[in-house]
């Protein structure tokens, strides 16, 4: 279960990047051109890799319960905040309130 922790270790900083981006985004602070791509591609890859690592996460408490001998916990609790942060942004975006003038 080394891979688990592997890529525990890897959302998470996937999530930071996340936030940082949404930061970025709200504050209007990008005026370079990479960092603003960067950001985006970090933002793009995070959307893949938080929702697969909790995958992993109920797939392995679903199977062998035990998911805290594999990841500690602080790890698990910053994963599933990135998620729902995750999920609230993509349905922030989405909403047809966001786009009106």
Not at 45 to 73: D, T
């Amino acid at each position: 279960m080394r891979w688990l922790l592997f890529l525990s270790r890897l959302s998470v900083v996937f999530g930071i990047l996340f936030l940082v981006y949404v930061l970025f985004l709200a504050m209007d602070w990008l005026g370079n051109p990479a960092i603003d791509s960067a950001l985006t591609t970090f933002y793009f890859i995070s959307m893949a890799v938080i929702p697969i690592v909790n995958l992993c996460y109920l797939v392995v408490f679903i199977f062998k319960r035990k998911l805290k001998a594999f990841v500690p916990l602080w790890l698990i609790l910053a994963n599933i905040f990135f998620f729902l942060f995750l999920i609230f942004f993509i349905f922030y975006l989405n909403d047809p309130y966001y786009h009106q003038s």
